[in-house]
C-alpha cells in the first residue's frame, strides 16, 4: 500500500463568519505530484498554509510523514514551501538569496547553492539583480528558496498563475524533475486544470472551502477520453447486447445514457448491432470532454471564467 505523506481529517478553518476551509478530508501519497484544483477563492492558499504550519486550524487534524499532534510539528522541516509571493530580496542576486537562506538553515555545504540554481535553471543568472528577473524566473527561484534543507514534501501556491507560456513550460520541467529525480511529493495548487493534467498524477478538487472529489490521473483521463455515448429510451435494453457483443467497459449514466470507452473506432459496428439486436437507439455518437469542461461540470458552471 501508497505510504501517505499528508493526510487530514476534517480540517476546517474559520475566519469569523467566513468559513475558508470545510471539512476537508485530503490524501496524498509518497511520491505524488497532487494538483489541487479550485477557483480563486475555493480555499487552497488557507488549506496549503495549514499544512506549512502558517496558519492554525480551527478545527480538525493534519497527519504529516505518519505523525499527527506535537508529532506532526516536529516533522514540518522536511515541508518545502512557496505559498504567494516568493521572498525575494530584490537587490540581491539568486545566489545571494539562496546564501541568505542557507545561512538561517545552518547549511554551509560546498557547492550547494550551485546544485539548486541548477536544478531550477537559473544558473546562467549570475550576478543579475532579482528584481530585473522576468516573473517566470522568481518562480523558479521561489522554488529554489523552498528547496533549501531537501524537503520530502514540497508545497506550491499556484506557481504558474501570471506567467506567460515560456514561463509555464519552465516550471512545469522543473515540477517534473524535482518528482523524477529526487521522487519528491509536490502538492501544487492551480485554478488552471488543463495545465496542471500535464504533470499531475492525482488531483483533489475543491469548490467554497470544500473537497468534492478526489481522483487519480488514470481515473480522470477514463472520464476525461473519448467515449461513445448511446442515447436510448431504455437503456437497460442496451445492456444486455453490450455483454453479448463482448463489450465490458461501458456505465448506464441515467435513464437515457449509457457511455462506452472501448472500441471507439468500431461505433458504426457498433451501431449496426445494436438496430440488428432490436434496441431503440435514439442517437449514437463519439464524444470527448475535455478536463476544463469535467471541472465546470462538478463546480457549477461557467462563472470559473471570471478567475482567469
Partial sequence: MNQMIVRTQR??????????????????????????????????????????????????????????????????????????????????????NLDLKCRFCGIH????????????????AGKKKTKQFSLGMKQRLGIGLALVGEPDLLLLDEPINGLDPQGIVEIRDTILRLNQERNMTILISSHILEELSKIATDYGIIHHGELIEEITREELMERCGERIEITADAPEQVVPVLDTLGVRQYQIIDSNHVWVYEGIEKSAWLNRELIRAGTEILELKVCSEKLENYYLNLTGGASHAESH
Avoid at 506549512?52 to 516533522?75: D, H, Q, R, T
Fill in 109 to 124: 555545504k560546498k557547492g550547494y547553492i550551485e546544485e539548486i540554481l541548477k536544478t531550477v535553471g537559473l544558473s546562467d
Fill in 11 to 96: 480540517l476546517t478553518k474559520q475566519y469569523g463568519h467566513h468559513r475558508a476551509v470545510s471539512q476537508i478530508s485530503m490524501h496524498v501519497r509518497k511520491g505524488a505530484v497532487y494538483g489541487l484544483i479550485g477557483r480563486n477563492g475555493a480555499g487552497k492558499t488557507t488549506f496549503l498554509k495549514m499544512l506549512a504550519g502558517l496558519a492554525y486550524p480551527s478545527s480538525g487534524e493534519i497527519e504529516l510523514f505518519g505523525m499527527n499532534g506535537k508529532k506532526a510539528k516536529e516533522v514540518r522541516s522536511r515541508i518545502g514551501c512557496l505559498i504567494e509571493a516568493p521572498g525575494i530580496y530584490g537587490n540581491l542576486s539568486a545566489y545571494d
